[in-house]
């Protein structure tokens, strides 16, 4: 009783710092983010960024953590007492009295571990973050649902958007499997029910009218990863409806400038998909500031990584130098928590910019829903994984089409059984020659094919390291479903 009280009295008798405001008529050179602050550990990392001195710090989630302790019951007092907590650090008070800062929260700012929509206390952890940083009363972040957030800086050729997604008031439909003791987690299963969200409807709408406002450079803010594919924790692609709506989005409005900045996974690493969009689209993961595993670890799978940090507590940086004016410089930096710099991947913004020939592809017509469960193979066929390992071998294969697409000139059409032609698991199927000159394939249009299940015969060869079967006899390729 005597516990819950202090609390309740140290949540309010704190006074929130003064924080200062940016200057949105001057551009910016130099930003910082990062997310996963425990408030009960050192945190040197804070006296790190401070020494940088950014323009801007992005609080990315996770900025407290106020459900780890389960013999505690989280509350709007206790949520509060936690932000206090981080109030009261000397190097956090050094930042958030210089250094402009703006922030969502993440799950455990949120209140409970991968929370969602369901999560009792979400309008009161709304109002506290939103009281943490000094959100005006009449500010329109007080009145929608969600934390969600979009601001501009900078005058006209040197504008930079930040973009500030709420990924927990509306996330609708996570699912997770059973335990599993290979990798000691429990992970998430892909969910392509259209009806699950991570933004909702009303979230959507915004974003698609933040995306069609002038700027030069958008960093646009997730808490978590929306590249990476592969490891089995929260993450974009356990809705790949909505990680495809995203894209297309982007695609649609023909957003340019976009970089993703992203936290939660107490690592960091530079993702990168040249798939997603119609220009390179960098993901720049920075976790934690106390939270990263500091003991050496191999770095986890993802296919789209340019680099990794797999231990160490970080922060990122994003340096523009808008003196080079064709072309601004823009580098990813992640930097370790005595402030090194650890990595460092630098893009011209002109690389950044929609590719509209590009968009009118077939490139981006891939069926972005996981795979069905496989039916039974008819005896002497086999499947796309098992043809894989067949190089040199005369075989019957069959999949659904997942991804599709042609040469400019018309003469090869491919067949993917990926998403992504640059999947390591996809197989290819290449029409040509007299298979689309004769027959029933003559002038075959690529979707028609799509997420069709087809079957064929002939020999598996490689080509740049990939495993594929040349068609060019429309007898050997059939539509069995």
């Known amino acids: 009783m005597y516990q819950r009280a202090l609390l309740f009295l140290l949540a309010f ?7 200062p405001k940016v200057d949105a008529s001057k551009p910016l050179s130099k930003i910082a983010f990062g997310s996963c602050a425990d408030q009960d550990k050192p945190c040197p990392t804070w006296e790190a960024i401070a020494k940088d001195k950014p323009e801007l710090l992005l609080l990315l989630g996770d900025t407290i953590y106020a459900d780890l302790d389960k013999k505690q ?25 210089s250094v402009p800062m703006l922030g969502v929260y993440d799950d455990h700012d949120y209140g409970k571990n991968d929370g969602d929509t369901t999560w009792a206390l979400k309008d009161d952890a ?35 958007q930040i973009i500030m997604l709420d990924g927990r008031y509306h996330l609708n439909g996570a699912i997770k499997g059973k335990f599993d003791t290979r990798v000691r987690t429990t992970p998430y299963i892909p969910n392509s029910d259209p009806g699950a969200t991570f933004l909702g409807a009303e979230q959507w709408a915004w974003l698609e009218e933040q995306l069609k406002q002038p700027a030069e450079i958008r960093l646009i803010c997730s808490g978590i990863q929306v590249l990476s594919e592969d490891h089995p924790f929260e993450k974009w692609m356990n809705m790949p409806l909505e990680r495809a709506k995203f894209f297309k989005l982007l695609r649609d409005t023909k957003a340019n400038g976009v970089i993703v900045l992203s936290g939660d996974r107490h690592l960091a690493e530079l993702s990168m998909s040249t798939d997603a969009i119609t220009y390179p689209l960098y993901d720049l993961t920075s976790s934690g500031f106390n939270q990263a595993t500091t003991s050496w670890r191999p770095p986890e799978k993802n296919r789209h990584r340019v680099a990794a940090v797999p231990f160490g507590n970080n922060y990122g940086i994003i340096e523009i130098d808008w003196s080079r004016q064709t072309s601004p410089l823009v580098s990813l930096q992640l930097h370790d928590e005595e402030g090194h710099t650890v990595v460092r991947h630098d893009i011209r913004a002109g690389m950044l910019v929609p590719n509209e020939q590009a968009a009118s592809g077939d490139k981006f017509n891939a069926d972005t829903k996981p795979a069905g469960k496989p039916k039974p193979l008819p005896e002497g066929v086999i499947g796309a994984a098992d043809a894989m390992k067949k190089v040199g071998d005369e075989v019957s294969v069959q999949f659904e089409v997942r991804a599709t697409g042609k040469t400019k000139d018309g003469r090869r059409v491919f067949l993917n059984s990926e998403p992504s032609s640059r999947d390591e698991n996809n197989f290819t199927i290449v029409i040509t020659g007299a298979a689309l000159t004769e027959g029933k394939w003559k002038d075959v249009k690529p979707d028609d094919l799509k997420g069709k299940t087809v079957r064929i015969k002939g020999k598996v060869s490689t080509y740049q390291e990939k495993q594929q079967i040349i068609v060019t006899d429309g007898k050997n390729l059939e539509v069995v479903e």
């Open 13 to 19: 008798a704190l006074p929130a710092l003064a924080q």
């Open 73 to 97: 019951k989280v509350t709007p007092e206790l949520l509060k007492s936690k932000y206090d907590q981080l109030d009261a650090v000397p190097a956090f008070q050094a930042i958030k009295s």
């Open 126 to 160: 709304q109002r506290v973050l939103l009281d943490f940083y000094g959100v005006p009363a009449d500010s329109p972040r007080r009145s929608r649902k969600g934390v969600y957030h979009a601001e501009i800086f900078g005058p006209p050729g040197q504008r930079v």
